[in-house]
């Protein structure tokens, strides 16, 4: 089996004794790229963890890793998942229809995405790490550390009043449709292996 570093449609094919790299050319789909790889090209399995931690967000919260509101702040999944556990809210993370489920099962599930999302790349768990604490509900967890890309959330009227807002991190993104700049494989479907 060859090992890919992959993102919705594209893959680049790693030999056994390749466990990172670097590239000039950064394609994927924001919100999911590691920040390492969108900032300066490095990526490795690493990046892919972190990419699984943004999806296991987005799924227990029912929410998409972009930009929302809540109540009168703006916000971003990973800095409103990190506040709410910060603060020991993490119930208001989960999404309504999965209300009838497991809190602490879904609790947990918020608990290895944040691992996953960690800034430090060192600090990010493994996805056999995943796997394993996913099957093993007696596993204790580590703590997990600020997520990468944390903000501060802002006002509507702060982000009026300047353009930009209190973050460790500023990123000037152009918007773009995925299907225009970074097209999903010929069935539509996410490159899977």
């Known amino acids: 089996m060859n090992p890919k570093i992959a993102d919705f449609g ?9 466990t990172q790299g670097n590239t000039s050319r950064i394609v994927g789909t924001y919100g999911y790229m590691a ?10 399995v690493k990046s892919d963890v972190f ?3 943004v999806l296991i967000l987005e ?13 009168d702040n703006i916000e971003d999944l990973l800095s409103y998942s990190w506040k709410n556990w910060r ?14 489920s497991s809190s602490s099962e879904i609790t947990r599930c918020i608990h290895i995405g944040l691992l996953c999302v960690q800034e430090n790349v060192a600090d990010r768990t493994t996805m056999a790490s995943v796997v394993i ?9 580590a703590m997990p550390s600020e997520p990468a890309f944390f903000m501060h959330s802002s006002t509507q009227s702060d982000l009026s009043s300047s353009s930009t807002y209190s973050s460790r991190v500023t990123v000037s993104i152009t918007s773009h449709s995925n299907d225009e700049v970074f097209p999903l494989a010929k069935n539509r479907e996410p490159y899977l292996q």
């Open 51 to 53: 990419s699984f931690g």
């Open 87 to 100: 603060e020991g809210t993490t119930v208001n993370l989960i999404d309504p229809a999965l209300k009838v």
């Open 10 to 18: 594209m893959a680049r094919l790693f030999t056994m004794d390749e």
């Open 59 to 71: 799924i227990v919260t029912g929410r998409r890793n972009n930009c929302f509101n809540d109540r």
């Open 35 to 44: 920040p390492e790889y969108a900032m300066h090209g490095q990526f490795s």
């Open 133 to 141: 604490m996913l099957n093993s509900s007696s596993l204790t967890l």
